[in-house]
């Protein structure tokens, strides 16, 4: 998470103009602003956190620390003002220590037990100023001095105010209070000559010398660039130089290198990339860069370390080391005269071996750590991190799986031992659960030592309590004005001793307020507000301000008293005077604001129905859903699944083919094809919502052993699941001979409506109103997610009417379903739409067999 720290000067020189008549505070205004917009292109921006700090005594300088929200850094950015002095280097320290609040208290230094890159807080702090003279309430100074004293503990452990993670960069405002005839340069924008670039080269970062607009915006889209997750680190050459390469890339002894003459790349002061794990999002790692000190027991004090680590690399062409599962750690080092160096000497299969010095107990330039070498494609160069003495460890550890098979003998343990010696003891730990990760036995004992005396431990710890005590300190006053001067005498202008109330201006101006009487414009002064407008009260919107209950009408008694309730009742939610509907009534700034409403929610209830995907909440977009528990589009699973559909032997393609085979059988197999999900479209409702003067009509309707048997199919389907098929044209349930004559037909038809008992009569009205119900219901079932569709057969079986009636319900419930995509279940209603069909041509054969019989 990118900590972005504004630090904007506030003298008031920062009030000259230049030649757009805009102040050099409202253009350090409008830069904060754009550089918040051009960094929110990044979605990695969504982390990052905003901090603003001015030039004010502390610590009522900081006016966004780590507790503040976003609305409250732009607040704040808007409501500054330019008046003091420049104090630059008290507002720097200010700002250090600020953003080393709860390092202390979080071990993210790691003091004593070595630098461990993968813990980081990257922080980028962005000054914008005029680079005008440092002043101060004793004299003006022409260099940059930061206090020595801060009242963060711990900060004795560290020379610089500084560290490793956190880079400075400045804005120095140049811009001109005339218009320039000059055409302006293009180009990269240079860097300033005051006092501030110094302090920024030594931190990491650089400073920008901003003349026009147009530079301005450069050198943002430029720190945007800047802001990359890492750490910076002295990177210095120790012995001779490499002997030159030739264009063919091989060693040329017979060039002359000049070896005592200073290069470039002999010290480079530049970033290493710590990515964060693409799984995770935080960056991971497994070895420490060595301190430069070997920790001790009879160590009264931890020594202080400077902020950059010194790593000294040695020139001569290694071999790179590595075996297998054994981590390393991999940082890609940002472009510096050191990578251009290497990358033109064309070696990407040797290394540098780099170096902490001190960092060893027996030896004074310490025992390599890991190395330097060109990528493969030569297009960066990579600090590659490996244990302690990697050397003599790696052949150690390739001997005992190859050779000794996970059983080291006497003299393995020996040399195992040796090495141990030399490793600082702050390795122990890292090294164990490497072996463990590689699957070696346990060979470092489990009572590891992490080589600090008693005493410096207990001072760290007494360090941790202390910060805590003085980060809530800090913390509290943040956002507080500081106190006004006192000791200013005011002339009394209340005319004597008379008290203010009987005063005869005070009482006409109370009248005026409370709406009593009409303001009178006439007696105000307007040339001293010159550009303001009094808002002249509206006579037709009466106050609320009574002061006596009896001047309430009787229309506004219930209104009146709720809005008193609510303010008595709920005083621990609004504040003194305010009512929910005020609540409504947000400057546009604040509208949007929509995290900081969350914190105040209570927590919801669970979903009553879990098989539910998850909403989000509605703000901005309405339609915005969870995309984890949505289940899989039946489209796209439809388009790419494959069919399920399985043509029977002998069927033939053509459509009237199959009109044929419907004509020639009474009663067809109703599951004719296995459904997805073992559900089958069920037809129970062909017979059951059929009324009764459709029943009776000889001829025209279904014969009552079919729609029996289709009944009874379908309620056996409903209580017993998906049944197979047990013949051609033979249902399970039904008649066991289904190949009836037309006589057999009509007489089992009188048959059963002779012996049917008296329904209940449904009237044209009633079966009108029961569908009309019916789809909206349907039309509310279709939208719902997943595949249960039992519900909406259940629905079609309810339908009141004749077949045609019915089959509009299923073509519309189709149509329905195709706005939706849902396939399976069109797929299901087409099956049903066919069963309607062979019925209603079954009616019309029977309906003809009749008339010609007679």
């Known amino acids: ?206 400073s920008y010398c901003v003349r026009t607009q147009r530079m301005l915006n450069q050198c943002l889209e430029s720190l945007v660039q800047k802001v990359q997750s890492g750490v910076v680190i002295n990177f210095e050459k120790t012995g001779p130089d490499p002997l030159p390469v030739g264009e063919d890339g091989l060693m040329d002894s017979f060039r002359p290198s000049n070896s005592f003459a200073a290069q470039p790349w002999h010290s480079c002061h530049k970033l290493i990339y710590v990515r964060p794990n693409s799984k995770t999002g935080v960056p991971v790692g497994h070895w420490p860069i060595p301190e430069s000190f070997w920790p001790d027991q009879n160590l009264p004090s931890l020594p202080p370390r400077t902020s950059h680590p010194v790593v000294r690399f040695s020139c001569i062409d290694c071999e790179p080391m590595v075996i297998d599962k054994l981590p390393f750690d991999k940082y890609e080092l940002e472009p510096s005269p050191l990578t251009q160096y290497i990358l033109e000497r064309k070696s990407p299969h040797t290394c540098w071996q780099v170096f902490v010095t001190s960092s060893g107990k027996y030896n004074e330039l310490g025992y390599p750590f890991g190395y330097l070498k060109a990528s493969t494609t030569l297009t960066c160069v990579n600090l590659f991190v490996m244990p302690y003495n990697y050397p003599v460890l790696l052949p150690l550890l390739d001997d005992l799986f190859k050779v000794h098979k996970l059983k080291p003998n006497l003299k393995w343990r020996q040399a195992f031992d040796s090495y141990l010696k030399t490793l600082p003891p702050y390795y122990l730990l890292p090294l164990k659960k490497a072996l463990r990760m590689m699957g070696a036995p346990n060979l470092i004992s489990d009572n590891l030592d992490c080589g600090l005396s008693y005493s410096v431990i207990s001072y760290l710890k007494k360090l941790s309590q202390q910060t805590k005590l003085e980060s809530e300190r800090i913390l509290a006053s943040v956002g507080k004005k500081p106190p006004q001067e006192i000791g200013i005498k005011v002339k009394n202008h209340s005319g004597g001793g008379v008290s203010l109330v009987h005063n005869k201006n005070f009482r006409k101006l109370l009248k005026e307020i409370t709406g009593e009487t009409a303001l009178r414009l006439t007696e105000l002064n307007t040339k001293e507000f010159a550009g303001f407008q009094v808002g002249i009260l509206n006579k037709d919107l009466k106050p609320q301000t009574y002061r006596n209950a009896y001047d309430i009408p009787r229309r506004g008694l219930l209104d009146q008293l709720t809005r008193m309730r609510s303010n008595l009742l709920k005083t621990h939610k609004f504040i003194v005077g305010q009512d929910e509907d005020s609540l409504h009534s947000v400057p546009v700034a604040q509208m949007g604001n929509y995290q900081e409403y969350l914190k105040t929610v209570a927590s919801p209830l669970r979903e009553i129905d879990p098989d539910q995907p998850k909403r989000l909440h509605t703000f901005g977009n309405p339609f915005k859903q969870d995309k984890k528990g949505m289940m899989i589009d039946e489209a796209d699973e439809f388009v790419a699944g494959p069919q399920n559909k399985v043509k029977r032997p002998g069927e033939l393609n053509s459509p009237m083919s199959s009109k044929r085979r419907r004509n020639a059988t009474v009663i067809h197999d109703v599951h004719e094809e296995k459904m997805e999900n073992g559900q089958t479209p069920p037809d129970g409702f062909l017979s059951k919502s059929t009324p009764a003067e459709f029943m009776n009509t000889t001829g025209d309707g279904v014969p009552p052993n079919q729609l029996d048997s289709l009944s009874d199919d379908f309620t056996s389907l409903k209580r017993d699941g998906p049944f197979h098929k047990l013949g051609n044209n033979i249902l399970r349930g039904g008649a066991p001979n289904c190949n009836l004559s037309v006589d057999d037909q009509k007489i089992a038809v009188v048959s059963t409506l002779g012996t049917a008992p008296n329904a209940l009569q449904i009237t044209p009205a009633m079966a009108q109103g029961i569908n009309a119900d019916i789809k909206h219901q349907l039309m509310k079932e279709v939208r719902k997610f997943g595949r249960k569709y039992e519900r909406i057969f259940i629905l079609l079986e309810k339908v009141q009417g004749p077949l045609e009636i019915k089959k509009q319900f299923v073509e519309f419930t189709i149509k329905e379903a195709a706005r939706f995509k849902r396939r399976v279940l069109i797929q299901q209603l087409e099956k049903v739409l066919e069963k309607i069909d062979s019925h209603h041509l079954l009616n019309n054969v029977n309906h003809i067999n009749s008339r010609s019989s007679s």
């Open 1 to 206: 998470m990118p900590i972005l720290l504004f630090l904007i000067d506030t003298s008031a020189s920062m009030n000259q103009r230049t030649d757009l008549g805009t102040s050099y505070l409202d253009i350090a205004k409008g830069a904060v602003e754009l550089f918040l917009k051009l960094r929110a292109r990044d979605p990695a921006s969504r982390g990052d956190r905003y901090m603003l700090v001015t030039y004010d005594e502390p610590p009522y300088c900081i006016k966004a620390g780590w507790k503040e929200n976003h609305a409250t850094f732009m607040s704040e950015l808007k409501n500054l003002q330019a008046s003091g002095l420049t104090t630059l280097g008290q507002a720097l320290r200010s700002s250090f220590d600020l953003l080393n609040l709860n390092r202390l208290i979080s071990g993210i230094d790691n003091y004593g037990q070595g630098r461990n890159p993968f813990f980081l807080e990257p922080s980028i702090l962005i000054t914008i100023t005029d680079g005008n003279k440092l002043t101060s309430t004793a004299s003006v100074q022409d260099e940059l001095h930061l206090p020595l004293n801060s009242p963060l503990p711990g900060s004795e452990l560290t020379k610089e105010p500084f560290r490793w993670d956190q880079r400075l960069f400045a804005l120095v405002l140049r811009l001109p209070g005339v218009a320039s005839t000059e055409p302006e340069q293009l180009g990269s924008v240079p860097t300033d000559e005051s006092a501030i670039t110094q302090m920024c080269e030594v931190t990491g970062g650089r």
